[in-house]
């Protein structure tokens, strides 16, 4: 198997990974919970977090196979793996503080000890790192999408409908989080995931049909 297949592959099963995610991702209630349904809901949030943790290593090293398919355009695709690699770390933090950090807080605040509020109070710090991780990966996704939509663009090669999306969903998403518009809880960030990994998985997809192709001359077919 050559590596652009390859690269697709990881490209296509990372971002389902992280489509997955969003779809087990536990929603906190409103009323008191038991602690039979708080260790339920800390097992889900480390299972999905861990998940995403794992799709999104897999989805960088298609980002890397991704960018190697359009050297051949200059900077752009070397500039936008870059962007992607800095959405890598800070996605993996937010996953981590989210499904680990603040699982076992509220485990502790579940318990009903005499700590139970300085726990409480760490949950909601937790709480704070996790958005301003997700805002820093929603952005440097963003932007690693409009450099490889460029840089496909350039290339000639690569749809036009694709190259229209990405550009599209790249541009709009960030003025939408800093107006205030997009909230990134559970059903606004699953927004954001969903519709990169629509961007994502085709283009994994053309990487996998392209296979050992390296001027992409079949992308088209």
């Known amino acids: 198997m050559n590596d652009q297949r390859a690269g697709g592959m990881l490209l296509v099963g990372g971002n389902l990974a992280g489509m997955l995610t969003m779809m087990i991702h536990p929603v906190a209630g ?4 038991t602690v039979r ?23 960088f090293l298609g980002a890397l ?10 900077w752009l695709g070397l500039a936008a793996v870059v962007a992607q690699g ?12 989210s499904g680990f950090v603040a699982a076992d807080l509220l485990s502790r ?39 490889w939509s ?5 290339g000639g090669r690569w749809p036009g409908a694709l190259v229209i999306y990405g550009l599209v969903i ?7 989080l800093f107006a205030g518009w997009l909230k990134l809880d559970v059903h606004g960030f699953g927004l954001v995931v969903f519709a990169q990994a ?21 992308l088209r077919a």
């Open 65 to 74: 196979a991704l960018s190697g398919s359009l050297r051949r355009t200059g």
């Open 150 to 154: 460029l840089a496909m663009r350039r």
């Open 30 to 33: 409103h009323g008191p919970m």
């Open 170 to 176: 790249g541009s709009a998403i960030p003025p939408a």
């Open 37 to 59: 349904a708080v260790a339920h809901l800390v097992l889900v949030d480390r299972v999905a977090h861990g998940l995403a943790i794992v799709g999104v290593a897999a989805a």
């Open 109 to 147: 605040v579940a318990d009903g000890s005499p700590q139970s509020e300085l726990w409480r109070l760490m949950l909601g710090y937790t709480f704070c790192v996790n958005q301003a991780f997700a805002a820093i990966y929603t952005v440097g996704s963003c932007v690693a999408i409009v450099l």
């Open 198 to 218: 629509a961007w994502f998985i085709s283009a994994g997809i053309l990487l996998m049909r392209a296979q050992a192709d390296p001027e992409m001359d079949r």
């Open 86 to 97: 800095f959405a890598a770390v800070a996605i993996m933090i937010a996953a981590a503080m």
